[in-house]
């Protein structure tokens, strides 16, 4: 146990029990549920916690705010996607799609780290935020090899395809076919990387980020180049996000701008970050995991509420299932306010 | 001995988690020049630093003119009546000289007889007067510094280390402008690792040690006291004499 | 505001004060480049006045960010609610000036933007305010947590314009004497982008006058290079600030109102779209400082429309592309503010 979680304990009961939940319910997923609706939310928790600790290694270890991580989980998508796209449904594809994309995503991390690190932290989050929406806007318009806004709909090898039995009869009552394959890819692959993660934050890397973060100044006059440790932080979220990307693509068997690139998902991440908790990895897991449940509940709340306040002025607008990103937003300005070290912190905070 | 204009009773500041001033007991007598003598690291820009409001003091009181200042913001204790001159001068570079001495004039258009009597121990005020302040020489901008201090009658000056690479002609005009100002009535609080400089013009002296005063005396007894200099300054003073 | 200043002439000789004109010379020989590459010089003129036009909004909208960061060191991301709002406002105040607006009258077409215009800004100047107040107050000296918390009240602002005025795209009519073009020759030139350029003349002659003419220009210039010595000096830098703050928030909702006019139209998405371009043009030309960022919004602008014209495959990268160039002829922006 210690080596696995890299002498990173929760550090609190409750926080242990709903992690062990998690990793339980995410494990034993296409046993426990029938319909494609809670196979999809699990798969999508999988994906979403490694891009959240990903991200988290930026945000919450280093102090850095980047705008571009949905970029680098465009790219693993586009990566993967438009490679099974154009060369067939091979593994081969897939390998080779994967590779261009952590190349190019680990390159253009490293440009951007080079340009905005070096002079100022602050230069970072502004650069992010124009390169993302440049690479945005490029991918929408460059129709002919992106899709465009209608993305791009592909076939996975045979292995991951619904119509493939992996063992002729169903095992407890569950079918064993290409889609519960690709789901233990995913679930597995997630499993890894958080455990990576976890590895690196432990590791002397880690906690010279972390002292970097806590002390700039301080850690510079140590002798710690910041600007290589920034950059190589950056790199290896940006490298984390592509693989995210790429896995998200496997399971969709899609990928476009609106679920891969879009400034919405920026502001999920940036949000399951903050409420889970910044700088644990374990408040990425249950940050992301908790408002993906949310997300589809609060918009159905919101949706009666609104109906209950039908004729009020202006209430019924405001909540109005569309506008959960209002609420949303006052949730993150709030909990950055009021709850700064997120879920993890209080349960940490409340079994001291 | 003269009233005290300012009195620092019990003073601690904390920097970060830093603790620096362990306890400051600090008396300025009104109309006279008082030097903060110490070690580098002893406290003496903190406390300074303190009486601005520039660091707030954790526990303790800062009395100024018979009121207490501790708990005021910087804005508010300039307007009391106390003009700071900081180590690093504080120079608006990107202002002209003229812009500089405007912006320290807070009731209006410096008065034009104070200017004269400025420009006559820092000359090179006048000619530069137009001229932005970044492209003064590092002598020229601590007269600029002092000068702003002075556009108006403040009645208590702080000054930090005025003579820190400074050419010694410039000291000299230093020397006399600090002589006039006593005469104004002006109370100076300064903190010198110069002691020849401190001794021509102090008239009380404290000595600070590890974020407290550790000695207080008349200017002249300690310099007529080598014993005692050596003692409580040690090598410092070898090193800037 | 001149000071008594003593009338001398001295042969005592300074280090020649050296006036940076590098930055100066980027957009023009910007200009002159492109003038072969495009080849005709009507298209040149209509791209060049359209850059230039586009420019000065960009200032328009960036000035207030780029002093506010200067004199705070609070980096604002939710100065795109004020673009979008300022317009909103403006299109509302112009709906029952209807009449104004297609009256054949060119006074009465400005009168009824002057309105607008003035609605935009009081408007965001009290948003401003509020914002200040709530939002950004409470994480003074916390990069990390301004970031967050602005972007997350511009994602608030922006929901909030949908449940106030609709998500649907808006129409934002130009008035009557402004459609169209002016033609001389044969070089059209479209009148409202004449009208923005002068808008943007005026808003910064009129900031380099308080900035350099004014006691509390004086103190916002000299703020921004040690607010804690205007401080010692006896002044308060938070109303200060927060003066700044407002002006720059009543001048994004001024640029915001001429970008919709500009474009036409008008959606809850308007803030997001230029503070992409406004961010380039406060790093290009250095964060802090007036005069960058008059010089980044004009380069940036050129570059977009002459860039749109030649190859549009790559004009959306051509801002960035322009970016990593400044940077890296200067790291830190073309003019440097200096800090404390």
Redesign the interface.
């Known amino acids: 146990m210690e080596t696995i979680l890299s002498g990173d304990y929760p550090r609190s009961r409750l926080l242990t029990a709903l992690l062990g939940l998690l990793l339980a319910v995410l494990a034993a997923a296409p046993f426990l549920f029938d319909g494609a609706q809670a196979i999809n939310t699990a798969a999508k928790i999988c994906v979403f916690v490694v891009l959240v600790a990903s991200y988290d290694l930026l945000l919450g270890y280093t102090g850095i705010v980047s705008f571009a991580h949905t970029m680098f989980y465009g790219l693993g998508g586009y990566g993967v996607g438009l490679a099974l796209y154009s060369w067939g449904p091979s593994w081969g594809a897939v390998a080779g799609g994967l590779a261009l994309a952590l190349a190019a995503g680990v390159l253009l991390a490293l440009g951007i780290g080079l340009f905005s690190l070096r002079v100022r932290a602050i230069f970072f989050a502004m650069i992010t935020l124009a390169v993302a929406s440049a690479f945005a806007v490029l991918a929408a318009q460059l129709s002919d090899v992106t899709g465009g806004e209608d993305g791009r709909s592909f076939r996975v090898p045979e292995l991951l395809r619904p119509g493939f039995r992996l063992v002729a009869e169903p095992v407890l009552g569950t079918t064993i076919n290409g889609r519960v394959v690709t789901y233990y890819i995913v679930f597995a692959s997630a499993l890894l990387l958080f455990l990576a993660a976890l590895r690196v934050v432990n590791s002397p890397f880690g906690r010279v980020l972390q002292a970097i973060r806590e002390n700039e100044f301080r850690a510079e006059a140590l002798g710690y180049r910041t600007v290589c440790y920034r950059t190589a932080a950056n790199c290896l979220a940006a490298g984390m996000a592509v693989l995210a990307g790429a896995l998200n693509a496997l399971w969709l068997r899609y990928t476009g701008p609106e679920t891969t690139l879009s400034f919405t998902i920026m502001l999920d991440i940036l949000l399951m970050v903050v409420i889970g908790g910044m700088g644990t990895l374990y408040g990425a897991a249950i940050g992301a995991s908790l408002l993906i449940l949310a997300q589809s509940y609060l918009q159905k709340l919101m949706a009666v509420a609104a109906q209950a306040t039908e004729g009020l002025p202006l209430l019924p607008q405001l909540l109005h299932p569309d506008r959960w990103l209002l609420w949303l937003g006052v949730l993150f300005v709030t909990s950055v306010y009021f709850f700064p070290s997120g879920i993890v912190g209080r349960l940490r905070a409340a079994s001291r | 001995m003269a009233e005290a204009l300012l009195t620092l009773e019990g003073v601690h500041t904390h920097i970060g988690q830093y603790h620096i001033l362990q306890g400051v007991d600090l008396t300025v007598p009104r109309g006279g020049l008082t030097v903060l003598l110490g070690r580098n690291g002893a406290g003496k820009t903190t406390t300074l630093r303190t009486i601005m409001g520039l660091w707030k003091p954790s526990r303790g009181r800062v009395t100024f003119a018979g009121r207490d200042i501790a708990g005021l913001s910087t804005p508010d204790i300039a307007r009391a009546g106390i003009a700071y001159v900081p180590e690093a001068m504080g120079i608006f570079s990107d202002l002209t000289v003229a812009e500089n001495m405007t912006l320290a004039a807070r009731r209006g258009p410096p008065d034009k007889a104070r200017l004269d009597w400025i420009f006559a121990f820092f000359p090179a005020l006048r000619r530069f007067w137009s001229q932005p302040a970044g492209v003064l020489s590092g002598g020229q901008k601590q007269m600029l510094a002092i000068a702003r201090a002075v556009v108006e009658p403040r009645a208590l000056i702080l000054v930090d280390e005025p003579t820190k690479g400074i050419a010694p002609a410039i000291i000299d005009n230093m020397i006399g402008a600090f002589a006039e100002l006593k005469r104004e009535g002006t109370t100076i609080l300064l903190v010198e690792q110069n002691f020849r400089f401190a001794a021509a013009l102090g008239d009380t002296v404290a000595v600070m040690d590890d974020g407290r005063v550790v000695h207080r005396d008349r200017m002249a007894a300690l310099a007529a006291d080598e014993a005692a200099q050596t003692r409580l300054l040690g090598l410092t003073l070898d090193a800037h004499q | ?6 009338a ?1 002439t ?1 042969a ?1 000789s ?4 050296r006036r940076d004109l590098a930055p100066l010379l980027v957009a023009p020989v910007l200009m002159v480049a492109a003038l072969p590459l495009v080849g005709s010089l009507p298209t040149w003129v209509t791209l060049t006045v359209a850059g230039l036009a586009m420019g000065m909004m960009i200032f328009v909208i960036a000035s207030g960010l780029t002093l506010v960061f200067g004199l705070m060191d609070v ?1 604002n ?1 939710g100065h795109g609610a004020f673009i979008a709002v300022g317009a909103y406002l403006a299109m509302t105040m112009l709906v029952p000036l209807a009449g104004w607006v297609q009256a054949d009258s060119l006074w009465l077409n400005l009168a009824a933007l002057a309105l607008a215009v003035a609605a935009a800004g009081i408007g965001t100047g009290v948003l401003g305010f509020a914002f200040e107040r709530v ?1 950004v107050m ?2 003074y000296g916390e ?3 301004q ?3 602005t ?3 511009l ?2 602002a922006e ?2 314009i ?3 005025w609709g ?1 649907d795209q808006k129409a934002m009519p130009l008035p009557q004497a402004l459609r169209g073009a002016v033609v001389f020759g044969d070089v059209a030139v479209e009148k409202f982008r004449l009208l923005a350029v002068a808008v943007g003349l005026l808003v910064f002659a009129g900031m380099q006058l308080v900035l350099n003419r004014t ?1 509390i220009g ?2 916002i ?2 703020g ?3 607010g ?10 938070r109303r200060l600030f927060v003066g700044v703050f407002v002006a720059g928030s009543a001048l994004a909702g001024l640029g915001g109102t001429l970008w919709a006019l500009y474009r036409e139209t008008l959606t809850a998405a308007i803030g ?1 779209e230029v ?2 371009l406004v ?2 043009v ?2 290009i030309g250095g ?1 802090g400082s007036v005069g960058g960022c008059f010089l980044g919004a004009l380069v940036v602008a050129l570059a977009a429309n002459y860039v749109g014209y030649l190859a549009p ?1 790559i004009a ?2 051509s ?2 592309l322009i ?2 160039a400044i ?1 890296m002829w200067r ?2 922006g073309l003019y440097l503010v ?1 800090r404390r």
């Not at chain 3, 505001?1 to 003593?6: E, F, G, L, Q, V």
């Not at chain 3, 300074?14 to 004060?17: F, V």
Request: glycine share 6%.
């Open positions: 505001m001149a000071a008594t200043s003593p001398t001295s005592d300074l280090p020649e004060a980096l991301f939002i409470p994480v990069h990390l947590k970031i967050l918390v972007m997350g009240g994602i608030v929901q909030a949908h449940a106030v998500g006691k004086l103190l210039r000299a921004v290079e040690n804690e010595m205007v401080e010692a000096l006896g002044y308060r830098i997001g503070m992409v961010f380039i406060i790093i964060l495959k959306l990268v801002n960035i970016m990593a940077l790291p830190q200096a």
